[in-house]
């Protein structure tokens, strides 16, 4: 934690990243399984959120609203951040919790590197968030094949969106570890092509 909060000690902020279909709702849920049998309570959450910010962001990928510029995308997902950690991530980190999120700040990096530099989506958030901006204790993203990944997503019931196509996910995938590399954030890539019980062991 950073930026002056009063959060609990105890308190944990965990965040899971990767591709689309890289398993990370399966591993959040099952990490939660184990948190919750060591006596500790959990609160979930994801990005985009529900609220009017996600909503849009939501109807954008999947082709309810037009597609506008990279650049203004991403603005809208740190914007969905900021309203964020005021309404959920803040509140809940005041408490003995463990939150987990589906998402966050680093999605905006890897995704948007697909048109810009890293510094340009460090910069959009000190912009936006400024001094409300708090990083997770740890990041875990999980990195398999972009190729597995969508053959993950094939099986499944699941509407493809915007970025799901594997030649973009492959260059997010090489994103992410760029962002690995560069040492933004207190980060654990996890080798996702293990079984999802030994992947959220690992964790």
Same mark, same amino acid.
């Given at each position: 934690?950073?930026?002056?909060?009063?959060?609990?000690?105890?308190?944990?902020?965990?965040?899971?990243?990767?591709?689309?279909?890289?398993?990370?709702?399966?591993?959040?849920?099952?990490?939660?399984?184990?948190?919750?049998?060591?006596?500790?309570?959990?609160?979930?959450?994801?990005?985009?959120?529900?609220?009017?910010?996600?909503?849009?962001?939501?109807?954008?990928?999947?082709?309810?609203?037009?597609?506008?510029?990279?650049?203004?995308?991403?603005?809208?997902?740190?914007?969905?951040?900021?309203?964020?950690?005021?309404?959920?991530?803040?509140?809940?980190?005041?408490?003995?919790?463990?939150?987990?999120?589906?998402?966050?700040?680093?999605?905006?990096?890897?995704?948007?590197?697909?048109?810009?530099?890293?510094?340009?989506?460090?910069?959009?958030?000190?912009?936006?968030?400024?001094?409300?901006?708090?990083?997770?204790?740890?990041?875990?993203?999980?990195?398999?094949?972009?190729?597995?990944?969508?053959?993950?997503?094939?099986?499944?019931?699941?509407?493809?969106?915007?970025?799901?196509?594997?030649?973009?996910?492959?260059?997010?995938?090489?994103?992410?570890?760029?962002?690995?590399? #560069?040492?933004?954030?207190?980060?654990?890539?996890?080798? #996702?092509?293990?079984? #999802?019980?030994?992947?959220?062991?690992?964790?």
């Amino acid at each position: 934690m950073e930026m002056g909060k009063t959060i609990a000690k105890k308190a944990l902020f965990i965040a899971f990243e990767g591709i689309d279909g890289c398993g990370k709702s399966t591993a959040l849920s099952l990490v939660a399984s184990k948190i919750v049998a060591a006596h500790r309570e959990v609160v979930f959450t994801h990005e985009p959120t529900d609220g009017p910010i996600g909503q849009k962001i939501y109807n954008i990928l999947f082709g309810r609203e037009l597609m506008i510029a990279p650049r203004e995308l991403q603005k809208l997902f740190i914007q969905d951040r900021k309203e964020h950690i005021v309404k959920e991530i803040l509140p809940a980190l005041q408490k003995d919790v463990v939150l987990l999120s589906d998402r966050y700040w680093l999605s905006t990096i890897a995704y948007g590197m697909l048109t810009e530099p890293i510094d340009v989506f460090t910069k959009l958030h000190e912009e936006i968030l400024g001094t409300a901006f708090i990083k997770p204790d740890i990041t875990f993203i999980l990195d398999l094949p972009a190729e597995t990944a969508m053959e993950r997503l094939g099986k499944s019931s699941h509407e493809l969106d915007f970025f799901e196509k594997a030649e973009t996910q492959k260059k997010i995938r090489e994103n992410y570890l760029a962002i690995t590399r #560069a040492g933004l954030d207190n980060v654990r890539v996890v080798d #996702a092509t293990a079984a #999802a019980e030994e992947t959220a062991e690992s964790i």
